[in-house]
Nanobody, 120 residues
Framework: QVQTVESGGGLVPAGGSLSLSCVVT????????MGWFRQAPGKEREFVAG???????PYYIDSVKGRFTMSRDNTRTVTLQMNILKPEDTAVYYC??????????????WGQGTQVTVSS
C-alpha cells in the first residue's frame, strides 16, 4: 500500500525558509509525476507545485513562483524548498503523485501532511 510521509514543517517568521520532505513507501516514484498541495484552515486543498517523472518541467502556482523550488530524487523522495515565506503560506502541506505535473489530479490517498505556520 502506498503511503506518503511528509515532514519538515514548523513555525517560522515571515521571510524565513523551510524545506519540506516527502518520502513515499510502498512503491518508488520513478514513473510518476509528483505534486505538492496545501490546505489552509477553512479552505480547500490547492495544488502548489508539480514536477514530471524526470525531474524536469517544474510547475508552480503564481503565488509561490520565485520562492518555492520542488525537486525529486526519482526513487522515493520529493522535496519542496520554501523561501521568503509569507503568512498566507500557512497551511498543512501534502505530497502526492499526480496525473500531470501541471495539474492537481492526485492519484493516491493522502498522508498526514506537515504543518507550516508563518508568523507576521
Amino acid at each position: 500500500q502506498v503511503q506518503t510521509v511528509e515532514s519538515g514543517g514548523g513555525l517560522v517568521p515571515a521571510g524565513g525558509s523551510l524545506s519540506l520532505s516527502c518520502v513515499v513507501t510502498g512503491r518508488t516514484v520513478t514513473r510518476y509525476a509528483m505534486g505538492w498541495f496545501r490546505q489552509a484552515p477553512g479552505k480547500e486543498r490547492e495544488f502548489v507545485a508539480g514536477i514530471d517523472w524526470s525531474g524536469g518541467n517544474p510547475y508552480y502556482i503564481d503565488s509561490v513562483k520565485g520562492r518555492f523550488t520542488m525537486s525529486r530524487d526519482n526513487t522515493r523522495t520529493v522535496t519542496l524548498q520554501m523561501n521568503i515565506l509569507k503568512p498566507e503560506d500557512t497551511a498543512v502541506y501534502y505530497c502526492n503523485a499526480v496525473r500531470h505535473y501541471g495539474t492537481g489530479y492526485e492519484l493516491w490517498a493522502w498522508g498526514q501532511g506537515t504543518q507550516v505556520t508563518v508568523s507576521s
